[in-house]
T-cell receptor, first 116, second 109 residues
């Protein structure tokens, strides 16, 4: 298993500002993922963050809006840029324990973001 | 593109009853996951099903997978209030996990 922590756990931000969310894992993992979960909704994959290469973004998400860093095998950041109220959501970091293929995926506690 | 559909999306049931949540997926999935989410909490992994005919059980929950029918089920036996939560199934393709919309389960005492 993997223990994942996220910072901040929650924040209230003003429109037009940016917030960087940190994700720390207690073991080295190859694949890290960032998800968004709007209130009462399911999870939507934003991007896959692989160490040593650029993040891969899903349809509807772009690097300018959600830049991601992955400096090593235990850490990643997601920035929500130029925020609007529509960005209010829970952002979850997730890791896969598999090396080649995804076996079990674990989730962090989430960052609850409210944009005013 | 993998799509995952769950039903029902909302379920209210009495304690002691049995019920099943269904999860259909549109294309081949390398594996099928079930997660539980309590209000205001993150996701807890319940089951990972890897092959056709796989059945896993933990307490009052049992998950099964039929890859030919592209169907997984989560069966709840003799429900108790503590099982009230949202349950998500998810499929995997190209190392990406795609979630269903979730089933909100409310168990009445």
């Amino acid at each position: 298993s993997a223990v994942i922590s996220q910072k901040p756990s929650r924040d209230i931000c003003q429109r037009g500002t940016s917030l960087t969310i940190q994700c720390q894992v207690d073991s080295q993992v190859t694949m890290m993922f960032w998800y968004r979960q709007q209130p009462g909704q399911s999870l939507t994959l934003i991007a896959t963050a692989n160490q040593g290469s650029e993040a891969t973004y899903e349809s509807g998400f772009v690097i300018d809006k959600f830049p991601i860093s992955r400096p090593n095998l235990t850490f990643s950041t997601l920035t929500v840029s130029n925020m609007s109220p529509e960005d209010s959501s829970i952002y979850l970091c997730s890791v896969s324990t598999g090396i080649i293929s995804v076996e079990t995926q674990y989730f962090g506690p989430g960052t609850r973001l409210l944009v005013l | 593109e993998l799509k995952v559909e769950q039903n029902p999306l909302f379920l209210s049931m009495q304690e002691g009853k049995n019920y099943t949540i269904y999860c259909n997926y549109s294309t081949t999935s390398d594996r099928l996951y079930w997660y539980r989410q309590d209000p205001g909490k993150s996701l807890e992994s319940l089951f990972v099903l890897l092959s056709n005919g796989a059945v896993k059980q933990e307490g009052r929950l049992m998950a099964s997978l039929d890859t030919k029918a592209r169907l997984s089920t989560l069966h709840i036996t003799a429900a108790v209030h503590d099982l009230s939560a949202t349950y998500f199934c998810a499929g995997n393709r190209d190392d990406k996990i795609i979630f269903g919309k979730g089933t909100r389960l409310h168990i009445l005492p």
